[in-house]
């Protein structure tokens, strides 16, 4: 084997080995910038079968029980919500959960705590989980939502029930891909 043939198999070994580096650190900083979730991440992509319209004044209990709260898997009694900023979306898969007036799914994440109007995803975690901020003053805002100011970045956020509303970037209109992923579920009417 010649020189040049073995300086030609050397550097395409050592091409491959430094592409292979490349997704490691890839991958490395995208899991230090997102989190990892001790859930199970759904890999399937999810269809809205249908969109039910319903009563936006809130629960009969004024919207304060914990099993009807945003994150909680337990949606079987909780009221449609459909105004302006919101609507409920329901699959037999993914039960009831809510949509922007966009079609886009809404998320809560798993480390804010209800009532608190605020949020512990800042910084590069909304890179992936992107705020559902107020572009204008929608003045009234309808039953259990409220707006607070986000402190690293001076907007105003929407939260239902307390808990800050978010979109994945994965999604579509339509679709849900981030249910499971980086400490975030769905928002739950």
Not at 19 to 48: E, R
Not at 68 to 73: A, D, I, K
Not at 113 to 125: A, D, H, I, Q
Request: proline share 3%; with cysteine; hydrophobic share 30%.
């Amino acid at each position: 084997m010649s020189f040049k043939h073995r300086m030609k198999k050397n550097y395409i070994i050592l091409i491959g080995l430094a592409s292979f580096v490349g997704i490691i650190i890839l991958l490395g900083i995208f899991v230090a910038s997102h989190g990892v979730s001790k859930k199970t991440p759904n890999t399937n992509t999810n269809q809205i079968t249908s969109n039910n319209g319903g009563s936006s004044n809130g629960s009969s209990n004024g919207g304060n029980s914990n099993n009807n709260s945003p994150g909680s898997s337990d949606n079987n009694q909780s009221q449609d919500v459909n105004n302006a900023l919101i609507t409920t979306a329901a699959s037999q898969d993914l039960g009831k959960y809510l949509l922007t007036s966009s079609g886009y799914a809404l998320y809560a994440y798993d480390g804010d705590k209800e009532g608190l109007n605020n949020t512990g995803c800042t910084g590069s975690c909304t890179i992936g989980w992107q705020p559902y901020v107020a572009t204008s003053d929608h003045g009234t805002l309808p039953d259990n939502m409220s707006t607070f100011v986000r402190t690293d970045t001076g907007e105003s956020q929407y939260a239902y029930k307390g808990l800050a509303l978010y979109t994945f970037t994965g999604d579509s209109p339509g679709q849900v891909t981030g249910l499971g992923l980086a400490e975030f579920q769905l928002a739950r009417p």
